[in-house]
């Protein structure tokens, strides 16, 4: 019996400790990087890189050693990413995991059984909860997976087992029949040894039956006799191939089959396989009543020409792997992830992939390749090959195998339901494994073409298909090691289009008259560089008079390197300018391109070039800045600039323009103007700026004399770092107590400031523009790295009638931005498998929870290496759903959804309706180190209200009725008396948590201060809540 399974991995650890480093760049990419003229600043040697990204770290560390290395950030249980000397990276797929995800760690496996403290024996690591029985009565054998689990028994007490290593063998169980286990990477396999021909013929043995009981699974068999076992939302969990029996038939010897000198037709002594020659048949499969039966052939099982032992298999696995085999011997059979295949060392699954005919049966195989971190297209794949190991030919005569892409494989391909071979891709014509003349080794093919068309069209995964070129030729025949099999995709990231065009003195980037105007001065051109890949990112200038754009009128051309995320500056003497001012009648145009050595990108901007108006005669005496607090950028990230939120002082002077009499001033990500005036005319002011953006950001000031005539504009450029200590669940301005957004009658989204009694204050300002009418709206914590709470809001899309789910940067005052905004943008959450949106057709309620699974350490060091991201629950109204947060921000990136309740595996015993309920993050409630579960149950017949207390490190269990607790039991929680409720955490300085209620019959917002005692009250909190549509 075999039981396999997979968790993918999703990315995890302390965001704030581990990614310090990285989250400034990245905030920088997303900021508009402004420049300002190179002044007072200190030299470049002095100041500190904007800090780098674990990738641009990792090419570093390549080119300096001439040896590739691994990015630990981006491994996974089942690839592998590494940065080349050459800038480039190679990240290698595999179709078996080689890792599990393990208490925050990802570990090699190890099956060696260990005993349990109930005596039950487990495998040390692997992927999923298996145990097998002590002896005596019970189980035999239990498996789960994300809380689901199946077991099944023997009808009679089992005898103390034998154990050794991975294998556990229980004597005895009839007279002369064995029943052994194996513990795998991945679950385990069973089989039962009938010894004799009298142990052949027990009743027993006439149809074998298993007691099986299961948990949130429903079990069935198809018309093939494959068995099933599907959540509540119908995907698989468990499955079992067509069960197949077979006797101890030794192979033919080369004499009988008549060749004088013909090659052996099984591996070598250390591999094990069924011989060709043995008996063999499938089994038919019933499941239902509480057993599952097998009834053996007793052709087989005992018959003239049976030759002991035989063999019966009951194989099940919950394998979420990624091959299969298909053979003409058993076309309906079958071998999904080698599992049902028999194995001559009693196991019944294989590791090994067979490809052509040894004469008797014709096999081919699939591996299915993960491919979504090939979707951008800002990728250039410069190869891509397959290795997998040849571990035994027929012979050590060279022979052609093919590899091909295909359609998708699933536990239903059999060799009459193949996917369609699509496209030939490559060949390879050696033949290794038959003798120490070709000892086994890799055979590699080369899938270019396949790793392009997974960018082209955008697939999740890439399936390859392996037969041998003659499949006639029994010398073509060969075996593979699945466990090996693993795609190399070599890529470099292109450099993102240059952004935040400007010059210095500030004319924007207009590309159509009339332009902005710069006197007297050097001029700097400054553009925004970057690089997914992180590293040193090259700008390219070009500048021309505007009559003369031509090559052989350029008057710069130019490159300076800057860090990516930076800005890159380059200086135009004004001796250019005006040697060419009188043909280009002061009208000068410029563009920039970025390169990272390897790639370009586009050049900025795409069409019409940046223009500018230069007037020698014209004074030029923009303002100058200065602040202690925000020193100068222009040369780099300074070592001792603030934090975001930090009031800087910046003091403006006159330049020597002796009758200035006010500044005017303004940044990037706050565009309302204000005014400062010196004390006396020429003199110098200060104004206090405070930045929400980390990383880049740009001020802009101009000086206006008394007749009000203004200057060019000064443009400073200065960094802000990031929180060292991120804002609380669900604060989102900074204040330490949790608050709200919500949506007001009018479809206004407002913002309110909480206060440690529960209390909330207004703001002035909405957090928004436009109408939230319709929208869901959660939040609890840090989506993007900078500190700050975000806003995830589900929307419905005008264009395409459907729900959209948006990221909404806070920019640390509550304020979002839902049009064009550069400081602050929306990203949309996907996904990459569109059968995993479950939103698009609208929700009963999205929420936002916090980090469920945590940070990861991928190489054991105790560190981790990829931080923790928030999660989201989805409850579409018939199943809820668990989303991992993930680079990128798609949503299944790193796995799939995981299904914690549903129809048949509902919130509540009697609750069929996931519409019927209100959730709510409240926060680690009990103390456990994992976040639990608010529910309100809304119908008039119930009202009340729990909490229930999380689930295990993946978060299976989050909803399980079986672990939970009501409280303020004495108040109807019902929808008719509280029609809009959310959680506070740490709002209360009475408790924990507290819940904010809108009351029916008034505007006022309740707040129940300790509603873990028997006489909890509510308290008012605000009295204008009054028609509004949603909390959060």
């Known amino acids: 019996m075999a039981i396999k399974s997979k968790h993918p991995s999703r990315g995890g650890g302390n965001r704030r400790r581990t990614l310090g480093l990285s989250i400034v760049s990245v905030a920088a990419v997303l900021a508009p990087a402004f420049c300002a003229i190179p002044g007072s600043a200190a030299s470049a040697t002095e100041r500190p890189a904007a800090p780098q990204k674990e990738e641009a770290r990792a090419v570093a560390s390549a080119a300096a050693s001439g040896q590739r290395v691994e990015v630990l950030s981006q491994r996974s249980e089942r690839a592998q990413t590494f940065a080349n000397p050459d800038g480039s990276f190679t990240r290698d797929s595999f179709a078996v995991a080689q890792f599990v995800r393990q208490d925050g760690k990802l570990l090699r496996f190890d099956t060696r059984l260990k005993t349990n403290s109930d005596g039950s024996l487990s495998p040390r690591v692997a992927a999923v909860k298996v145990a097998f029985s002590g002896g005596g009565t019970g189980p035999l054998v239990s498996v789960e997976r994300d809380g689901r689990s199946m077991s099944w028994s023997w009808p009679k007490p089992l005898p103390k087992p034998t154990v050794e290593g991975d294998s556990i063998t229980y004597a005895n169980v009839l007279p002369d029949v064995d029943l052994k286990l194996r513990a795998g990477t991945a679950g385990f396999s069973q089989l039962l040894i009938v010894r004799t021909a009298k142990a052949a013929a027990l009743p027993d043995l006439a149809t074998v039956k298993f007691p099986l009981t299961t948990r949130g699974l429903n079990v069935r068999t198809d018309d093939g006799g494959n068995m099933r076992a599907t959540d509540p939302a119908g995907h698989e969990v468990f499955t079992a191939p067509t069960p197949l029996m077979w006797d101890s038939t030794p192979q033919p010897s080369a004499a009988a089959l008549g060749a004088k000198s013909a090659p052996a037709l099984a591996p070598p002594h250390n591999e094990f396989e069924a011989p060709p020659g043995a008996r063999d048949s499938s089994m038919a499969v019933k499941v239902g009543g509480g057993e599952l039966a097998l009834t053996p052939n007793p052709e087989v099982l005992k018959g003239a020409g049976t030759t002991y032992p035989v063999y019966i298999d009951p194989a099940v696995s919950g394998a979420r792997e990624a091959w299969a085999m298909v053979t003409n011997e058993y076309p309906n059979g079958s071998f999904y992830n080698g599992n049902g295949w028999q194995e001559g060392d009693g196991d019944s699954v294989t590791d090994y992939a067979r490809v052509g005919s040894p004469g008797d049966t014709l096999s081919r195989a699939f591996f299915q390749m993960d491919t979504n971190n090939l979707w951008d297209t800002n990728k250039t794949i410069t190869n891509s090959v397959f290795r997998i190991q040849n571990s035994y030919s027929y012979s050590c005569q060279a022979r052609s195998v093919d590899v091909w892409r295909t359609g998708g494989i699933s536990s239903s391909t059999t060799w009459d339901r193949q996917p369609n071979w699509e496209m030939y891709l490559s060949s390879v014509n050696e033949s290794k494994g038959w003798s120490s003349s070709c000892p086994g080794g890799n055979l590699a093919f080369d899938v270019t073409a396949g790793a392009r068309d997974s960018i082209t069209y955008r697939w999740n995964a890439l399936t390859l298909g392996l037969r041998a070129g003659n499949e ?110 009188a043909v280009a009648k002061g009208v000068f145009r410029w563009s920039v391109q970025a390169s990272d050595g390897i790639t370009t990108s586009a050049w900025a901007p795409s069409g019409a070039l940046c223009g500018f108006l230069f007037d020698s005669d014209r004074p030029s005496n ?186 909404y940067e806070n920019d640390g005052t509550g304020g979002v931005c839902a049009t064009s905004c550069p400081a602050h943008p929306r990203t949309e959450l996907s996904v990459y498998n569109e059968a995993n949106n479950h939103w698009k057709n609208g929700v009963k309620q999205i929420l936002a929870i916090g980090d469920i699974d945590g940070p990861l350490d991928t190489d054991g060091n105790g560190t981790p290496d990829v931080p923790g991201y928030p999660d989201l629950v989805v409850n579409d109204g018939t199943n809820l759903w668990l989303y991992y947060g993930a680079p990128g921000n798609r949503l299944d990136s790193t796995r799939d959804p995981l299904l914690l309740a549903g129809p048949n595996d509902p919130i509540a015993a009697g609750s069929t309706s996931l519409n019927d309920v209100t959730l709510m993050a409240v926060g680690d409630f009990d103390s456990n180190g994992r976040n639990d579960l608010g529910v309100r149950f809304e119908s008039a017949s119930i009202g009340k209200l729990f909490v229930y207390w999380g689930g295990d490190k993946t978060g299976a269990g989050m909803a399980d009725p079986a672990h939970r607790g009501q409280y303020a039991a004495h108040l109807n929680w019902s929808i008719d008396a509280a029609p809009l409720i959310t959680a506070a955490p740490a709002a209360s300085s009475l408790g924990k948590i507290g819940y904010w209620v809108t009351t029916p019959s008034s505007g006022n917002l309740r707040f129940l201060t300790n509603f873990t005692q028997p006489t909890s009250a509510f308290t008012v909190a605000a009295t204008d809540f009054a028609g509004y549509q949603r909390l959060s």
Not at 636 to 643: D, K, S, V
Request: proline residues 5%; contains cysteine.
């Open 472 to 581: 006639s030729d029994a010398y073509a025949y060969k075996r593979f090691d699945a466990r090996t099999a693993v795609m190399s995709t070599t890529y470099n990231t292109a450099p993102n289009t240059p952004a935040s065009l400007d010059t210095v003195p500030s004319t924007g980037c207009k590309t159509t008259a009339p332009f902005g105007l710069v006197g007297d001065t050097d001029i700097y051109l400054t553009a925004q560089v970057s690089d997914d890949d992180g590293g040193t990112v090259n700008a390219q200038f070009r500048l021309w008079g505007d009559n003369d754009t031509g090559a052989g009128g350029m008057l710069v051309d130019q490159t300076v390197a800057a860090t990516s995320g930076t800005v890159a500056t380059l200086k135009v003497p004004k001796a250019t300018l005006e040697a060419k001012e």
């Open 622 to 807: 923009p303002p100058t800045v200065s602040s202690a607090q925000f020193p100068n950028g222009s040369s780099g990230w300074p070592l001792n600039t603030a934090q975001i939120r930090t009031a800087g002082t910046f003091t403006f002077a006159a330049n020597g323009i002796g009758d200035v009499t006010r500044y005017e001033y303004w940044t990037d990500s706050d565009t309302t103007h204000r005014f400062v005036s010196p004390a006396s005319p020429g003199g110098s002011a200060t104004a206090k700026v405070t930045p929400t953006v980390v990383g880049a950001n740009r001020l802009y000031v101009a000086s206006r004399d008394k007749a009000d005539n203004i200057s060019d504009q000064q443009v400073y450029l200065f960094y802000a770092n990031g929180l060292t200590v991120p804002d609380k669940p669900r604060d989102i301005n900074g204040s330490g107590g949790a608050d709200l957004w919500a949506i007001s009658g009018s479809g206004q989204l407002t913002r309110h400031f909480g206060a440690s009694d529960g209390s909330l204050t207004k703001a002035a300002e909405p957090a928004a523009a436009g109408d939230w009418t319709g929208a869901q709206i959660t939040h609890y914590d840090d989506w993007t790295g900078d500190s700050f709470v975000d806003l995830i809001a589900l929307q419905k899309d005008a264009a395409s009638g459907t729900q959209r789910l948006w990221l």
